[in-house]
C-alpha cells in the first residue's frame, strides 16, 4: 500500500512486533501518530519500500519470529538510511543492544524499565524539523546525501566483488583484479596510533604495557588532559573509559569526533547496560567492552576498529584509482549489469549515480527541472549510454544481458 503525503494528518511511523502486547501498550502511548503494524518482515519491507519518504521513524521488536530482529535492521538500512530506527525488547542481552547501536538505531528501549520511554523517545525525534525525501532516487537534496549514495554504490560494488552478496554475473576477472588492488592499498596502511583515557591507574597502565608493544600508544587519566593533547594530536582509535571523574563519556565522544570523525573510539566500562551506555553509542563510539577486559577481546575489538577505518579509505578511494582508472569499457559495463540486476532483486531503480562512477564526464549534462534520468529497463539504459557516451567519443556498447 502507497501512502502520499497528502493523505497524512498525523506523523507516520511503522511498528514491526509479534507480541501483541508491546503492540497495545506503543499505539496507546503514541495516540497522536498514524502507525502501520506488521507481525513479520516482508510486508513490513514492502511497505517501507514505498512509504520510507514520508515514515518518520520505525519501531522494531526483538520479538520478530521470522527473522532475527538484528538483520532485519540490516534490510531497512539498504532501503534507506534516513529513516531513524527505534529497537523495543522485554527480553534481550548485553551484546544485542551494543550490536543494535552499531548498526546507527537511535534508541533501544528496554520495556521492563521503570524508564520505560517510548513515548519520550518519540516525541523527542518528532521535534525535529522534518522534509519528506523525494520518492524518487534520483533526486538528491544535498552534498552530504550525494556523498552517502556515492559511498553506498562504491561499498555494494566492493560487496559484489568480494562474494559478500550474491553475483548475478560472472565477474571473476574484475574480481581478482579488484581484490589484489585492494590489497596492495590496505598494505599501504602503518600502524594504527591509540590514545587511552582511563582514570584508574593499575588499568590505564594495564593497558599501555599491554598495547605499546604492537601499537603507537599514548595515555592520559582524565578528560581535561584528553581535550589538551587533541589540541595538538590526532589518534585512529581512542580507548575510553565511560565514567571519569571530570567528565561524561557522551560528551567526550561528541568532542573527539569534532575533531577528527574518523577516530574510532572504543568504550570501556565496569558497568551493565544503562542510559550512558546507550548515549555513549549514539553519540559515535564504534565498541563497547566490560570490565574485566580480556586481552583477545581487546585486540579483537582495536582489530576490528582498524580494519573498519582502511576498509571505508580504500572503499572511498576506488571510484577514482580503480573504477576510472583500472577498467576497460567492456568491464564497466559488465559491473553495470551486475549492480542493474541487484537492484531489480531489490525492486529499486540504477541511479545515473552508478553511471557517474565510472563515467563522471556524464555529470556535466544538464537535466530538465535538475531531475537525474533513472532506468528500470535495460534497454533503456543501452540507449541512454550509447548515446551519451557516443558524445563524448567513448566506445558505445550493449548493456544487454
Same mark, same amino acid.
Request: aromatic share 12%.
Given at each position: 500500500?502507497?501512502?502520499?503525503?497528502? +493523505?497524512? /494528518?498525523?506523523?507516520?511511523?511503522?511498528?514491526? /512486533?509479534?507480541?501483541?502486547?508491546?503492540?497495545?501498550?506503543?499505539?496507546?502511548?503514541?495516540?497522536?501518530?498514524? %502507525?502501520?503494524?506488521?507481525?513479520?518482515?516482508?510486508?513490513?519491507?514492502?511497505?517501507?519500500?514505498?512509504?520510507?519518504?514520508?515514515?518518520?521513524?520505525?519501531?522494531?521488536?526483538?520479538?520478530?519470529?521470522? %527473522?532475527?530482529? #538484528?538483520?532485519?535492521?540490516?534490510?531497512?538500512?539498504?532501503?534507506?538510511?534516513?529513516?531513524?530506527?527505534?529497537?523495543?525488547?522485554?527480553?534481550?542481552?548485553?551484546?544485542?543492544?551494543? =550490536?543494535?547501536?552499531?548498526?546507527?538505531?537511535?534508541?533501544?528501549?528496554?520495556?521492563?524499565?521503570?524508564?520505560?520511554?517510548?513515548?519520550?523517545?518519540? =516525541?523527542? @525525534?518528532?521535534?525535529?524539523?522534518?522534509?519528506?525525501?523525494?520518492?524518487?532516487? /534520483?533526486?538528491?537534496?544535498?552534498?552530504?546525501?550525494?556523498?552517502? @549514495?556515492?559511498?553506498?554504490? !562504491? !561499498?555494494?560494488?566492493?560487496?559484489?566483488?568480494?562474494?559478500?552478496?550474491?553475483?548475478?554475473? +560472472?565477474?571473476?576477472?574484475?574480481?581478482?583484479? $579488484? &581484490?589484489?588492488?585492494?590489497?596492495?592499498?590496505? +598494505? *599501504?596502511?602503518?600502524?594504527?596510533?591509540?590514545?587511552?583515557?582511563?582514570?584508574?591507574?593499575?588499568?590505564?597502565?594495564?593497558?599501555?604495557?599491554?598495547?605499546? *608493544?604492537?601499537? =603507537?600508544? $599514548?595515555?592520559?587519566?582524565?578528560?581535561?588532559?584528553?581535550?589538551?593533547?587533541?589540541?595538538?594530536?590526532?589518534?585512529?582509535?581512542?580507548?575510553? +573509559?565511560?565514567?571519569?571523574?571530570?567528565?561524561?563519556?557522551?560528551?567526550?565522544?561528541?568532542?573527539?569526533?569534532?575533531?577528527? &570523525?574518523?577516530?574510532?573510539? %572504543?568504550?570501556?566500562?565496569?558497568?551493565?547496560?544503562?542510559?550512558?551506555? %546507550?548515549?555513549?553509542?549514539?553519540?559515535?563510539?564504534?565498541?563497547? #567492552?566490560?570490565?574485566?577486559?580480556?586481552?583477545?577481546?581487546?585486540?579483537?575489538?582495536?582489530?576490528?576498529?582498524?580494519?573498519?577505518?582502511?576498509? *571505508?579509505?580504500?572503499?572511498?578511494?576506488?571510484?577514482?584509482?580503480?573504477?576510472? *582508472?583500472? #577498467?576497460?569499457?567492456?568491464?564497466?559495463?559488465?559491473?553495470?549489469?551486475?549492480?542493474?540486476?541487484? $537492484? &531489480?532483486?531489490?525492486?529499486?531503480e540504477l541511479r545515473m549515480f552508478d553511471i557517474y562512477l565510472f563515467y563522471p564526464e556524464l555529470r556535466k549534462i544538464n537535466y530538465q527541472d535538475n531531475k537525474n534520468p533513472t532506468f528500470n529497463k535495460q534497454e533503456i539504459i543501452a540507449n541512454y549510454i550509447a548515446g551519451m557516451t557516443d558524445r563524448f567519443a567513448i566506445?558505445?556498447?550493449?548493456?544487454?544481458?
Amino acid at each position: 500500500m502507497y501512502i502520499g503525503v497528502n +493523505d497524512l /494528518s498525523k506523523p507516520l511511523l511503522m511498528l514491526l /512486533s509479534n507480541n501483541k502486547n508491546q503492540v497495545s501498550s506503543v499505539v496507546s502511548d503514541l495516540n497522536h501518530c498514524e %502507525i502501520e503494524i506488521f507481525s513479520e518482515s516482508e510486508s513490513a519491507l514492502d511497505f517501507f519500500q514505498e512509504n520510507h519518504p514520508y515514515l518518520r521513524m520505525l519501531i522494531i521488536s526483538t520479538d520478530i519470529e521470522d %527473522i532475527h530482529f #538484528l538483520d532485519i535492521i540490516d534490510e531497512f538500512s539498504l532501503l534507506s538510511d534516513v529513516v531513524e530506527i527505534i529497537v523495543i525488547s522485554n527480553d534481550f542481552e548485553s551484546n544485542e543492544v551494543i =550490536n543494535a547501536m552499531k548498526k546507527g538505531v537511535y534508541d533501544f528501549i528496554d520495556l521492563n524499565s521503570e524508564f520505560n520511554n517510548v513515548k519520550v523517545v518519540v =516525541n523527542s @525525534l518528532l521535534e525535529k524539523s522534518f522534509i519528506p525525501t523525494s520518492s524518487s532516487p /534520483s533526486v538528491i537534496n544535498d552534498v552530504k546525501e550525494s556523498d552517502s @549514495l556515492i559511498f553506498n554504490s !562504491l !561499498l555494494l560494488l566492493d560487496q559484489l566483488l568480494s562474494n559478500q552478496i550474491k553475483d548475478y554475473l +560472472d565477474l571473476t576477472e574484475i574480481s581478482v583484479l $579488484y &581484490q589484489h588492488w585492494k590489497k596492495v592499498e590496505l +598494505d *599501504k596502511f602503518g600502524v594504527p596510533s591509540l590514545l587511552i583515557v582511563e582514570d584508574e591507574p593499575e588499568y590505564n597502565d594495564m593497558f599501555y604495557d599491554l598495547l605499546s *608493544k604492537d601499537f =603507537n600508544v $599514548y595515555s592520559v587519566f582524565d578528560g581535561e588532559s584528553c581535550k589538551d593533547i587533541l589540541k595538538t594530536e590526532t589518534f585512529d582509535i581512542i580507548l575510553l +573509559d565511560l565514567f571519569l571523574p571530570d567528565i561524561s563519556g557522551s560528551e567526550l565522544v561528541s568532542h573527539f569526533l569534532k575533531h577528527n &570523525q574518523n577516530s574510532k573510539i %572504543i568504550v570501556i566500562t565496569a558497568f551493565d547496560i544503562t542510559r550512558e551506555v %546507550i548515549d555513549v553509542m549514539r553519540a559515535g563510539a564504534s565498541d563497547l #567492552l566490560h570490565k574485566p577486559v580480556l586481552k583477545d577481546d581487546l585486540f579483537k575489538s582495536i582489530d576490528s576498529a582498524w580494519l573498519e577505518t582502511t576498509h *571505508k579509505h580504500v572503499v572511498l578511494t576506488s571510484e577514482f584509482d580503480f573504477f576510472r *582508472k583500472q #577498467l576497460n569499457d567492456d568491464q564497466k559495463v559488465l559491473l553495470l549489469k551486475a549492480l542493474f540486476l541487484y $537492484y &531489480q532483486s531489490k525492486n529499486k531503480e540504477l541511479r545515473m549515480f552508478d553511471i557517474y562512477l565510472f563515467y563522471p564526464e556524464l555529470r556535466k549534462i544538464n537535466y530538465q527541472d535538475n531531475k537525474n534520468p533513472t532506468f528500470n529497463k535495460q534497454e533503456i539504459i543501452a540507449n541512454y549510454i550509447a548515446g551519451m557516451t557516443d558524445r563524448f567519443a567513448i566506445k558505445q556498447f550493449n548493456l544487454y544481458c
